[in-house]
């Protein structure tokens, strides 16, 4: 029921009680639901944050994808197929919780094949070895657990429901990864090798994933009040650091960091900065691949075109056949 503020604005009564139940849901960690009112900020910054994702996930599939015809035995195979399938699923989970913001897919579609809209930094780098595979597995999907698990506590409800199954799909990826790894360390020094060069490759790439510093980072402090990002993307940083040199010893591999020690004051490791003049060039759309993978989204849409409208036209067939 509407109430008059002491000026007498019924409709500045209904925003303020709007938003003081839009603030009280945030602080009693409740979830905001798509049909709950919500400032427009916030929406703008979900939408913004999760379309980057669903994008993420679909550009991701390249830099494996590039391996599945050359994998080395059909169970390396089956096992790569499955889990480029599985990125392209979450992809379409998180295109459908930014649609339940008001999104439109296929303007999300445009915004990323014409350069719009970021996806991650890391999809840039080119696979070059079928150890790329496991290092992809290991340490991006590591990266990417390490960041989405807060997540799954995000305020805003389907983004937080997407997140959990996402992340148990994501947990699989990183296992087949250090699995695959550990085979390849188990085998010949040329494996181990190749091993050692993917991961010297992929370390910084996969830092800058969790994003600029934190003082560089515009938005995660608002982000944060809205219980969007549940941790700074330093924190996120550190803790994949911490969780990743005890597997790189298990595994017999070093990461090309002289600066990475223990810190026994701080209770976590000291390790360097990745070099941030080259993240800014990838996510200006200057990385080694920008150029080529949005050209394949482009290609795979345009390509589809034809099976968007024949599905339209079997559903609206559907319709017809129900009504008549
Ligand atoms: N790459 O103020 P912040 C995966 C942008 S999924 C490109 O710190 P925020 C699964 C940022 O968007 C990987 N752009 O921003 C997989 C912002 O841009 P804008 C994707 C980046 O949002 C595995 C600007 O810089 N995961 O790997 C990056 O608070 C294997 C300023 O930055 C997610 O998207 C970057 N690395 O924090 C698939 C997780 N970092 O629009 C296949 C959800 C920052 O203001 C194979 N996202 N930017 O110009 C997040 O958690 C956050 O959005 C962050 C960035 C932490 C990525």
């Not at 400032?39 to 994702?53: C, E, F, M, S, V």
């Given at each position: 029921m509407t109430t008059a503020t002491p000026s007498g604005d019924p409709l500045a009564a209904d925003a303020s009680a709007l938003q003081q139940h839009f603030d009280d849901t945030i602080a009693s960690d409740q979830r905001i639901e798509p049909r709950d009112w919500m400032?427009?900020?916030?929406?703008?910054?979900?939408?913004?944050?999760?379309?980057?994702?669903a994008h993420s996930e679909i550009i991701g599939m390249q830099p494996?994808?590039?391996w599945i015809t050359r994998a080395p035995s059909l169970r390396r195979k089956s096992i790569l197929l499955a889990k480029v399938q599985d990125e392209a699923g979450h992809g379409l989970y998180l295109y459908s919780a930014a649609e339940t913001l008001g999104a439109?897919?296929?303007?999300?579609?445009?915004?990323?094949?014409?350069?719009?809209?970021?996806y991650s930094s890391i999809f840039n780098y080119p696979s070059l070895t079928f150890a790329d595979v496991g290092v992809i597995g290991w340490l991006v999907d590591g990266a990417a657990i390490c960041n989405q698990v807060p997540l799954c506590r995000s305020s805003f409800g389907p983004y937080g429901r997407a997140m959990i199954r996402v992340c148990k799909e994501e947990s699989f990826h990183q296992r087949q990864g250090y699995e695959l790894l550990m085979s390849m360390m188990r085998g010949t020094q040329a494996q181990r090798d190749m091993v050692?060069?993917?991961?010297?490759?992929?370390?910084?790439?996969?830092?800058?994933?969790?994003?600029?510093?934190?003082?560089?980072?515009?938005?995660?402090?608002?982000?944060?009040?809205?219980?969007?990002?549940?941790?700074?993307?330093?924190?996120?940083?550190?803790?994949?650091?911490?969780?990743?040199?005890?597997?790189?010893?298990?595994?017999?591999?070093?990461?090309?960091?002289?600066?990475?020690?223990?810190?026994?004051?701080?209770?976590?490791?000291?390790?360097?900065?990745?070099?941030?003049?080259?993240?800014?060039?990838?996510?200006g759309g200057n990385g080694a691949c920008n150029v080529?993978?949005?050209?394949?989204?482009?290609?795979?849409?345009?390509?589809?075109?034809?099976?968007?409208?024949?599905?339209?036209?079997?559903?609206?067939?559907q319709r017809e056949e129900a009504q008549s």
């Open positions: 400032p427009d900020g916030y929406r703008k910054t979900l939408i913004r944050q999760i379309a980057q994702h494996e994808g590039n439109d897919r296929a303007d999300l579609t445009d915004q990323l094949i014409s350069g719009k809209q970021k050692q060069e993917a991961v010297d490759r992929w370390w910084w790439p996969a830092l800058m994933m969790f994003g600029p510093p934190d003082d560089r980072s515009p938005n995660t402090e608002q982000s944060m009040q809205w219980k969007i990002k549940r941790h700074t993307n330093d924190e996120l940083r550190q803790r994949f650091v911490d969780m990743s040199v005890p597997q790189a010893k298990a595994l017999g591999v070093t990461f090309p960091d002289p600066a990475l020690v223990w810190n026994a004051e701080r209770g976590h490791h000291d390790f360097d900065e990745p070099d941030w003049s080259e993240f800014m060039a990838v996510i080529e993978r949005v050209a394949n989204r482009r290609a795979a849409h345009e390509e589809g075109e034809w099976v968007r409208a024949a599905a339209v036209a079997f559903a609206n067939r």
